[in-house]
């Protein structure tokens, strides 16, 4: 799977909007991008993911570039529940290969 | 979403016991189930990948015979820690994927923090 290059860390303000952005200038066509969490003393959580055109669900949006080598996850309005490890990862399509994890992002919320 | 639901959340054993931790798909049939290893303030690690009715494949430099592990049907896989030492503690992840799920999207278990004695 491709690298993906996050900040180590970030803060936010409660009920405030956060944005995590993710580079991946080597993601392939085939790439989707991949957002998972992990709160503390917890196994990751899916969030959300997308291809091409920008998403929404229930937890959060995913802002894809047009050229598609980066994106951000926005949370739009952040709870001290969202304190927590924030990783993007890349999936080939169709792949049924374990997720690799980098580092992440460490998302501090303040009240 | 799909549930993968691991136990126990958290053993304390003395140095040389085994350990077992159980991992399942509550609602979907999982051939292949992943092990992680996570120590603190790292990334997860992949252990090994677990295949339903075959033998599992383990990364390099994770021990086979230390760490045993069982993927007897489509709902449960078992990570047995043999032999533990307190080098071994750390917190261990399993995961599956859902096959009929949507783009491979990856279900965790909430995880088990072994700390051996």
């Known amino acids: 799977d491709a690298k993906t290059t996050q900040p180590n860390s970030m803060e936010s303000n409660e009920e405030e909007p956060v944005h995590l952005p993710c580079n991946h200038s080597t993601i392939s066509g085939t790439d989707y991008i991949h957002w998972y969490r992990q709160l503390p003393s917890q196994g990751p959580e899916y969030v959300i993911h997308g291809l091409t055109s920008n998403v929404n669900n229930r937890m959060a949006s995913l802002a894809i570039a047009e050229d598609r080598k980066s994106s951000t996850l926005i949370l739009h309005r952040a709870t001290l529940r969202d304190a927590a490890v924030y990783y993007c990862?890349?999936?080939?399509?169709?792949?049924?290969?374990?997720?690799?994890f980098g580092s992440g992002t460490q998302l501090t919320v303040l009240p | 979403g799909a549930v993968v639901s691991q136990h126990p959340s958290w053993v304390i054993c003395k140095s040389g016991t085994s350990v077992k931790i159980e991992c399942r798909s509550l609602d979907f049939q999982a051939t292949t189930m992943f092990w992680y290893r996570q120590f603190p303030k790292q990334s997860l690690m992949l252990m090994a990948t677990?295949?339903?009715?075959?033998?599992?494949?383990?990364e390099q430099g994770v021990e086979k015979d230390k760490f045993l592990i069982n993927h007897a049907s489509l709902t449960l896989s078992t990570l047995t820690v043999t032999s533990a030492h307190p080098e071994d503690s750390s917190f261990y992840i399993c995961?599956?994927?859902?096959?009929?799920?949507?783009?491979?999207?990856?279900?965790f278990g909430a995880g088990t923090r072994l700390s051996v004695l």
């Open positions: 677990s295949n339903e009715g075959s033998k599992a494949t383990y």
């Open positions: 990862i890349l999936r080939d399509t169709g792949s049924a290969r374990q997720l690799t």
């Open positions: 995961s599956a994927r859902d096959p009929a799920g949507a783009v491979n999207i990856q279900y």
